[in-house]
T-cell receptor, first 110, second 116 residues
Framework: KQEVTQIPAALSVPEGENLVLNCSFT??????LQWFRQDPGKGLTSLLL?????REQTSGRLNASLDKSSGRSTLYIAASQPGDSATYLC?????????FGTGTRLKVLA | DTEVTQTPKHLVMGMTNKKSLKCEQH?????MYWYKQKAKKPPELMFV???????INESVPSRFSPECPNSSLLNLHLHALQPEDSALYLC???????????????FGPGTRLTVL
């Protein structure tokens, strides 16, 4: 059974810092891995999708990497801004469904 | 249009009430999903519909009853809920059941349910 863990659970940084969020998964038989953002009480917004055959994806200040062999993915956020404050969830896509990680609550201080 | 809409945004109900949550998408997706998310927890899958047929039921109690009347609409009927069922209920859709590396789900904003 797939288990997805995210470290750290919470993170508070000053504006402008570069930061890394970590995601670990136990079963490497995935179709893809996706990073989502969730604002309090809101739905999920897709940030980046890394296909199982890819190593990384980039969008603006965000870069996500995937190492299937070690069961790890990282989300790198450059030059963080207060507007980046949210919960970040990674999710692995297996047979017909996503398994979500435990999430990292990020707060960027102005 | 890559939007999934959900109504209502908020719902408060008593344990003896019957209510329904509604989800709609017009992207031509043939798979639709219900998730339940408790505070500070990740979403947990409840049901999956594919081509308007129930494909996956993650052992959800019968007080939750899903319905997919057509390819654009997904309902979740609620009856005799418990206070511990209070949560954010998220709907999602995808082109087909997730089975390709490029497949992704699109999520709605959720319905915040409170059971008194």
């Amino acid at each position: 059974k797939q288990e997805v863990t995210q470290i750290p659970a919470a993170l508070s940084v000053p504006e402008g810092e570069n930061l890394v969020l970590n995601c670990s998964f136990t079963d490497s038989a995935i179709y893809n891995l996706q990073w989502f953002r969730q604002d309090p009480g809101k739905g999920l917004t897709s940030l980046l999708l890394i296909q199982s055959s890819q190593r990384e994806q980039t969008s603006g200040r965000l870069n996500a990497s995937l190492d299937k062999s070690s069961g790890r993915s990282t989300l790198y956020i450059a030059a963080s801004q207060p507007g980046d404050s949210a919960t970040y969830l990674c999710a692995t896509s297996g047979t017909y469904k996503y398994i979500f990680g435990t999430g990292t609550r990020l707060k960027v201080l102005a | 249009d890559t939007e999934v809409t959900q109504t209502p945004k908020h719902l408060v109900m008593g344990m003896t009430n019957k209510k329904s949550l509604k989800c709609e998408q017009h992207m031509g997706h043939r798979a639709m999903y219900w998730y339940k998310q408790k505070a500070k927890k990740p979403p947990e899958l409840m049901f999956v519909y594919s081509y308007e047929k129930l494909s996956i039921n993650e052992s959800v109690p019968s007080r939750f009853s899903p319905e997919c009347p057509n390819s654009s609409l997904l309902n979740l009927h609620l009856h005799a809920l418990q206070p511990e069922d209070s949560a954010l209920y998220l709907c999602a859709s995808s082109q087909e059941l997730l089975a390709l590396s490029t497949d992704t789900q699109y999520f709605g904003p959720g319905t915040r349910l409170t059971v008194l």
